[in-house]
């Protein structure tokens, strides 16, 4: 079975406003930041009536080594201000190569290559930020084989 439903596919993105954790993440601790980022951007959210505007994401800034400086929470209305640990950001307009993975998050650097592939193909520079959106909740799928993920990677 493929990765991939489709190839790459360059993309406009458009900036949309988030709510998230920011926070440098050793890559063992990964699933354990997520799961208390987007507790705590859903909480902040909530509290201010700045409802979800799409699934859970992360930004990652910057290749990650045994840790990376990563940002985990949800886009959302844009009336939310920061509260304690969550942050409001955005997610910015880029051009970008966009492929949704199918399977387990350990299989995801798979997508990625697939991507730097794609760039490298047609000339492009990739940016030093990408991001993930996590289209399918694992307490609700218990299927790994079945999860997917849209992974997001701008162009410079």
């Known amino acids: 079975m493929s990765i991939l439903d489709q190839q790459p596919a360059l993309i406009r993105t458009s900036e949309q406003p988030t709510a ?4 440098r993440v050793p890559m063992a601790k990964l699933t354990e930041f997520f799961g208390r980022a987007f507790g ?4 902040a959210a909530q509290a201010q009536n700045a409802s979800p505007t799409g699934p859970p994401f992360a930004m990652y ?15 959302v209305t ?3 201000s920061a509260a304690g640990e969550v942050i409001s950001g955005k997610l910015p307009e880029s051009d970008a190569l966009e492929a949704v993975h199918k399977g387990p998050y350990d ?7 697939l991507i730097l592939e794609r760039m490298s193909a047609e000339g492009l520079t990739p940016s030093d930020t990408m991001w993930e959106f996590y289209l399918s909740d694992p307490e609700k799928e218990p299927d790994p084989a079945k999860w997917q993920t849209r992974v997001v990677w701008p162009v410079i």
């Open 20 to 23: 998230v954790v920011r926070e």
């Open 107 to 113: 299989t995801l650097e798979q997508t990625y290559a």
């Open 61 to 75: 800034h910057g290749m990650p080594t045994d840790s990376v400086d990563v940002e985990a929470g949800f886009p």
């Open 40 to 43: 705590a951007a859903m909480a």
């Open 78 to 80: 844009p009336n939310f």
